[in-house]
């Protein structure tokens, strides 16, 4: 029993000088940082550790400390391999590679997990904006030289507000500019659609111009009568943010997101301008019956179209005007017609 013991015991003893041993190659230097009340402590067991900490940005991480120091969510963030972790009063910064730290910050509600907030990230390639996709929906007229509406005079060009529908794909970018200022711009396609009051107008050209006539032949049944055209544009809108912006914690690239499109946003404005070129355009006409004939031409319409853009937003809906600066028609080929629109940007 005397011989067990002595053998237990040595074998204590032997596993705490290696523990002694162990414990004593792992030399730790520590730097305590007196502010005020608090203290700032750094536990440093590697001298290229120092390094390391040179590529950190300590300011970032205080600030994010701040915002979070009443808060008594833990807030965490990822970069790679690197993790920061910041709760009540701690921050830990765990790092296994050679990048540069990045200190981001969500809200609780903003992303739930790593792989949303990739995803989200991936919208922000282009330095200081934003890219997305909207459409333009809405109704299209056009004013004469005199400023009337074409039905004010009878004329058999006289459009239809319902059923002239105007329609936009637009890829736009929204690039920070100040504090409230911000623009909007980028490409797009739109269409003309100029659904003529009287169903049994038609479009013909004598020599060089273009006439819009009714059809005097009473046999014939007509359904709707209509003149269509596409164009390619360019727009750049700038605009200005009233109200409280709810901003993320965190800037993409130098980009602070403001909310547009959800239902706490503030109000916007901005006035702008576009120009387009014609990809194509046509005439259409349909019969009670089902029987449809469409005559593909210029129809003399001008190739190019520029004017100035309205747009207006408060909360989750956004508004827009445009109107042409030049006319619909080549100059003394048709009608002196200057078309414009408006209606929801979705």
């Given at each position: 029993?005397?011989?067990?013991?002595?053998?237990?015991?040595?074998?204590?003893?032997?596993?705490?000088?290696?523990?002694?041993?162990s414990?004593?190659?792992?030399?730790?230097?520590?730097?305590?940082?007196?502010?005020g009340?608090?203290?700032?402590?750094?536990?440093?067991?590697?001298?290229?550790?120092?390094?390391?900490?040179?590529?950190?940005d300590?300011?970032?991480?205080?600030?994010?400390?701040?915002?979070?120091?009443?808060?008594?969510?833990?807030?965490?963030?990822?970069?790679?391999?690197?993790?920061?972790?910041?709760?009540?009063?701690?921050?830990?910064?765990?790092?296994?590679s050679?990048?540069?730290?990045?200190?981001?910050?969500?809200?609780?509600?903003?992303?739930?997990?790593v792989?949303?907030?990739?995803?989200?990230?991936?919208?922000y390639?282009?330095?200081?904006?934003r890219?997305?996709?909207?459409?333009?929906?809405?109704?299209n007229?056009?004013?004469?030289?005199d400023?009337?509406?074409?039905?004010?005079?009878?004329?058999?060009?006289?459009?239809?507000?319902?059923?002239s529908?105007y329609?936009?794909?637009?890829s736009?970018?929204?690039?920070?500019?100040?504090?409230?200022?911000?623009?909007?711009?980028?490409?797009?396609?739109s269409?003309?659609?100029?659904?003529?009051q009287?169903?049994?107008?038609?479009?013909?050209?004598?020599?060089?111009?273009?006439?819009?006539?009714?059809d005097?032949?009473t046999?014939?049944?007509?359904?709707?009568s209509?003149?269509?055209?596409?164009?390619?544009?360019?727009?750049?809108?700038?605009?200005?943010y009233?109200?409280?912006?709810?901003?993320?914690?965190?800037?993409?690239?130098?980009?602070?997101?403001?909310?547009?499109?959800?239902?706490?946003?503030?109000?916007?404005?901005?006035?702008?301008?576009?120009?387009?070129?014609?990809l194509?355009?046509?005439?259409?006409?349909?019969?009670k019956?089902?029987?449809?004939?469409?005559?593909?031409?210029?129809?003399?319409?001008?190739?190019?179209?520029?004017?100035?853009?309205?747009?207006?937003?408060?909360?989750?809906?956004?508004?827009?005007?445009?109107?042409?600066?030049?006319?619909l028609?080549?100059?003394?080929?048709?009608?002196?017609?200057?078309?414009?629109?408006?209606?929801?940007?979705?």
């Open positions: 029993m005397i011989r067990t013991f002595k053998y237990q015991l040595i074998l204590i003893l032997a596993i705490c000088l290696m523990v002694t041993e414990f004593s190659q792992q030399k730790t230097d520590t730097l305590i940082v007196n502010v009340k608090s203290k700032i402590i750094f536990l440093i067991e590697d001298k290229a550790d120092l390094e390391q900490m040179e590529k950190y300590l300011n970032e991480i205080l600030q994010s400390l701040k915002m979070k120091l009443n808060s008594d969510s833990t807030l965490v963030s990822d970069n790679g391999s690197e993790e920061t972790v910041i709760g009540d009063t701690t921050v830990v910064v765990e790092n296994n050679n990048d540069n730290y990045s200190n981001d910050s969500y809200s609780d509600d903003d992303y739930k997990t792989d949303n907030r990739w995803r989200s990230e991936e919208r390639r282009r330095r200081g904006s890219n997305m996709i909207n459409f333009d929906l809405g109704t007229n056009y004013l004469n030289g400023g009337k509406f074409a039905d004010q005079d009878n004329e058999a060009y006289a459009v239809r507000p319902w059923g529908w329609f936009g794909i637009n736009i970018y929204q690039t920070s500019l100040a504090k409230r200022f911000y623009i909007e711009w980028g490409p797009g396609i269409w003309y659609n100029f659904k003529f009287n169903s049994r107008t038609r479009i013909t050209e004598i020599g060089d111009q273009t006439i819009f006539l009714e005097p032949d046999e014939v049944d007509y359904k709707k209509k003149l269509t055209a596409s164009f390619i544009n360019f727009t750049a809108v700038p605009m200005i009233f109200g409280n912006q709810k901003r993320r914690n965190r800037s993409f690239n130098n980009w602070d997101e403001i909310s547009f499109g959800q239902p706490d946003a503030g109000f916007r404005i901005g006035v702008g301008g576009y120009a387009g070129y014609r194509g355009s046509h005439a259409k006409v349909k019969y019956g089902g029987k449809k004939d469409k005559d593909r031409d210029n129809f003399n319409l001008n190739n190019l179209r520029y004017g100035v853009r309205l747009q207006m937003g408060f909360r989750g809906t956004d508004l827009f005007f445009n109107y042409d600066l030049n006319e028609f080549a100059e003394d080929k048709g009608p002196k017609l200057n078309a414009f629109s408006f209606g929801i940007i979705l």
